[in-house]
């Protein structure tokens, strides 16, 4: 896999992210974002404060990373990207094929969804989701497999730029795919009563 064709495919899984929810979720009320299938389940509005949640925390650290490249050069370097054990691993964990249910570390755990004002949410969704679109651009000029990030459980484990975008990406995904799951058994919860 090739750093440049990466990015490319990375920018257009996020405007097709970006155009999902501005389309599924932002003409829904109030209610409608905070309606939970189960007590035990996540919302539409608690999914995507969870994303708000782990990637604000990924995108800083990025962002730091990007901020101290200086001069700009006059092309992007492509380059083949390398996984190695913590990045396989937390891909695999995240990847929306996967029906691995792990329990959200409490740091990244959103609160109830009575708690949480929709329209704030889903601006700050769309907000960080555009920045990594953008930022993307910009890290085009790092070296994705030398450059590493920290992750949720610690400055001791950390991943491989190429691997932390490939994550994120794929994390958006797999509970987009769960919100629009919600949405599915809202409108069938709705027709039944």
């Not at 054990?85 to 691995?100: E, I, N, R, S, T």
């Not at 329990?103 to 969704?125: E, K, M, N, S, W």
Request: charged share 25%; proline share 5%.
């Amino acid at each position: 896999m090739q750093k440049l064709t990466t990015i490319q495919d990375l920018q257009t899984r996020l405007s097709t992210i970006l155009q999902t929810v501005d389309r599924e979720f932002a003409p829904l009320s109030d209610e409608q974002l905070r309606w939970k299938p189960a007590p035990d389940r996540w919302s539409i509005v608690e999914c995507l404060q969870h994303l708000n949640l782990a990637e604000r925390f990924y995108i800083r650290n990025i962002q730091h990373k990007v901020d101290k490249l200086g001069l700009v050069q006059a092309m992007p370097t492509d380059q083949t990207l390398q996984s190695d054990w913590v990045g396989k691993a937390l891909l695999f964990a995240v990847d929306p094929q996967v029906k691995l249910k792990l329990p959200a570390p409490g740091v990244v755990r959103p609160r109830t969804a009575a708690d949480l004002i929709p329209a704030d949410v889903l601006g700050q969704f769309m907000e960080l989701q555009t920045l990594l679109h953008s930022l993307l651009n910009k890290a085009g000029y790092l070296d994705w497999n030398r450059e590493k990030v920290m992750t949720l459980f610690g400055n001791w484990v950390k991943i491989r730029l190429g691997d932390a975008f490939l994550m994120l990406v794929a994390h958006t995904e797999r509970h987009l795919k769960q919100a629009m799951r919600v949405k599915a058994e809202m409108g069938t919860f709705a027709q039944s009563n």
